[in-house]
């Protein structure tokens, strides 16, 4: 298990930064003397996401982990701060995602349009509090589907974009902070054992999770 902070690529990119990936194949290599290690690499969260992630050491607990992915037996939730309220405390969202490489965002689009995924969550307004003279909720994510920006889409949708999210308009609140999406907890079969592993991450103690006070809340994150 490994804690992605936000704004680090998670494999290496155009922009040249050091890649966690890399991070962590350095790290496996010098504790066994060697110059390179293995690290298979089984899911991703953008950059600007941060959060608990998993990868695996083998290649065969790689192949075994994915298969859980494409199974649906790998379970993932998120935390984020949107700005204003959703009108339903319990939501699943179904849309269409088409991703415009010339405008470099993704957009909800007709079932219909060449090239668009399917993309489904379900989602649970868990509180709300005033900030700057504005609403914002934390809510819990559960994906169902994984497509590139999926909640910061889906959520932007229905009028309660993340805050902090300068590309589908939640920096108007938000401008100056990191995206407030983190990847809360992971579920799924260790890819030897069998034994179900469950790990739980708290986001950082930045605006706007500070407005929230996550010791006192009923589930108990």
Request: charged share 25%; aromatic share 8%; with cysteine.
């Amino acid at each position: 298990m490994v804690i992605k902070p936000a704004n680090v690529p998670v494999c290496p990119d155009e922009s040249g930064d050091a890649s966690l990936l890399d991070q962590i194949r350095a790290y496996l290599a010098s504790g066994k003397g060697k110059d390179t290690a293995f690290c298979g690499l089984v899911h991703r969260l953008d950059r600007v996401t941060g959060g608990v992630m998993v990868f695996a050491k083998t290649s065969k607990g790689a192949s075994r982990l994915s298969d859980q992915i494409r199974n649906g037996e790998f379970e993932k939730t998120y935390l984020a701060v949107v700005v204003g309220n959703p009108k339903k405390r319990e939501e699943t969202l179904i849309n269409h995602l088409y991703k415009n490489e010339a405008k470099n965002i993704v957009e909800i689009v007709p079932m219909a349009t060449a090239n668009a995924k399917r993309a489904e969550l379900t989602y649970t307004v868990s509180a709300k509090v005033p900030l700057d003279k504005k609403d914002v909720s934390l809510i819990e994510v559960k994906l169902i589907t994984g497509r590139s920006h999926q909640i910061r889409v889906q959520m932007a949708g229905i009028g309660c974009p993340i805050f902090g999210d300068a590309k589908y308009g939640g920096d108007a609140l938000g401008k100056g902070w990191n995206l407030a999406l983190w990847a809360h907890k992971l579920s799924f079969a260790h890819p030897t054992t069998g034994d179900i592993m469950r790990f739980v991450v708290n986001p950082p103690e930045t605006t706007p999770w500070t407005a929230f006070d996550f010791d006192r809340r009923s589930h108990k994150l």
